[in-house]
């Protein structure tokens, strides 16, 4: 997995510029599926049809990724830019982004005071610099976006990428379409868009599905680190099992399915309660009449910095679980 | 119907966000005396109907949301036999310290919320609120059984009797919204004795708490022609001024504002009065944060009020209300039902307005 999964995370598809990421993902789906479908915000919905009068389920990976957009474009060819998706300016300074078109920029900043040294300098001071010697040699203009550019490492048992946060659940999403041989169920396996500015592909690609029951697959935090948040959450104990995050309470009857199917199997797991943060199962809780919906999510290290860390092991265990989960008949 | 006991039942009852399905049950016995049909839907919303008399198909039909859930405590992380915990819903950390709770582990445990004592605390800290990440839940028991009886996600409620107070005040949990709930009881209790041309559904709605999730959800599914938000609202009390609470024991607060369909103000105001019916004008310049305000944009607008009950020490287990108040929400409610009749969306209009005195 861990080739598929390097091809995914360092594929370009910032929020609401997810055509390079969906191709490659389409690519790797390529007969896994009984149909295949992009909707009009962009989702890539892949439906693997049930035999036996199973429930319609939902599982959703987002594809998109945080970036940075350009607002400004200077005499000399500086660029200065904004958010998209949750950037933390810690991460920015000396950081590289790649553009569409494979335009390379290195992020600057501007002077830094003696006295602001010790903080965190703020968006509006740092710009990027795409190597241009004046405005007209800028490859790129106004409202172009960019991703962060950093290498896959393959630590053995963990790994290192940018946007783990949720190429990762792309990749346990395909995994389970290729070890998913036979399932009652019509599986709805959907690679949503614009997920890190409001969960919009999970909203209108649920309402399209109408499923009986929806999982997000995404990163979630971990309290495993110096100092870190109150979280029981760790790295290689296991996929962790939503029971809340800050805007989610899991539906009791997927979460407890999820526990019974991991203690079936025989694969470790957690149980998450994260404080901050949320995924596209949110969306789908409310979408029509309600859904009922959880969330098997991978433990992340430094979430939306350049260098997110999960186990190797957990996502192989997170694929084992969803597809153990689709074999069998679901009762919530 | 003895709302007193009603409350304290409803009160007493465990139901945090998320996991409503004891206080749902209570609930739908309550709401299954008076309706016709009780059901659940997929997220834990508690749906009543109580058909209308009229002839028209289909027949046109209202919806009230009074939310079922509270705020409460899930576990974050056990400890050498210790709880940590975080808050579901908006609990107020100032009023955790020494509570006692329940947590609600593989069989529900008592336990108490401690902290470091004052003697230990350097003085700057002493005179700060302790927050939710240095409390903790002791149960009592050795560390191995705590781990096996209680898992991280499991949920803690503060244990809370009903106080009932001098004068026609009571004091407990969960107050919010539970007394909406008994509102909408005395409602249809008094419709069960009313002619009423609408349908009505009486929506105990979920997950209000953490996003107005289940008013978001069940007024997709019903789809009504109207409806009613009933919540609680602030009540005068030391330190609050006029313009921020209306008055307790002083009849139900018709809320007013851009959330609020202004013709349905004016017909809960007409109401009152034709009904002698002491009432309150609350307004709410922005986002009210209730049920009304998911259920107005829901599919393509749905015309929607809210009326609020008077509430003392809102997010704190001793909420105070005033039994009267309650009463009279559910009366106001079933005599607003009782005028809908085959016209009244017609009537509902935007231009010329629809007379009535603020």
Redesign the interface.
Known sequence: MKELIKKLVETYGPSGNEDKIRQVIQEEIAGLADEVRTDALGNLIARKRGQNGGKRVMLAAHMDEIGVIVTHVDEKGFLRFGAVGGVWPHTLLGGRVVFANGTVGVIGTEKVEDEERNKVIPLEKLFIDVGAVDKTSVPVQIGDVAGFSRPFADMGKRLVAKAFDDRIGCAVLIQTMRDLKKTPHDVYFVFSVQEEVGLRGAMTSAYGIEPEMGLSVDVTLTGDTPEAQTMAVELGKGPAIKVKDGRMLAHPGVKRLLVETAEAIGIPYQLEVLERGTTDATAIQVSREGVPAGCVSIPCRYVHTPSEMVDYDDVTNAVKLLVAMLEKPIIL | MDIVSLLKTLSETPGI???EDQVRQVIGEVFARYADEVRT???G?VIALKRGTGKAEPRRSIMLAGHTDEIGL?????EQGFL?F?E?GGFDPRVLLGQEVVVHGRRDLPGIIGSRPPHVLPPAEREKTIPL?KLFIDVGLPADEVEELV???DLATVRRELTQLKGDFIASKAFDDRAAVAAMAVCLEQLAGMQHAWDVYAVGTS?EE??L??A???A??LAPDLAIAIDVTFGNQPGLSAAETVEMNKGPAIVYGPNIHPALHDTLVETAKALELPYQVEPAPGRTGTDAWAIQVTRSGIPTALIGIPLRYMHTSVEMVSVKDVERVGRLLAAFIARLDAGFMDRLTWKPAISGEK
């Not at chain 2, 899930?74 to 056990?78: D, L």
């Open positions: 966000s998320g996991y839907d997929a997220l919303n899930i576990i974050t992380r056990i940590h975080t579901v990440d898992h991280v996600g997950q953490v996003g999730r289940g978001i959800t069940s997709f599914g």
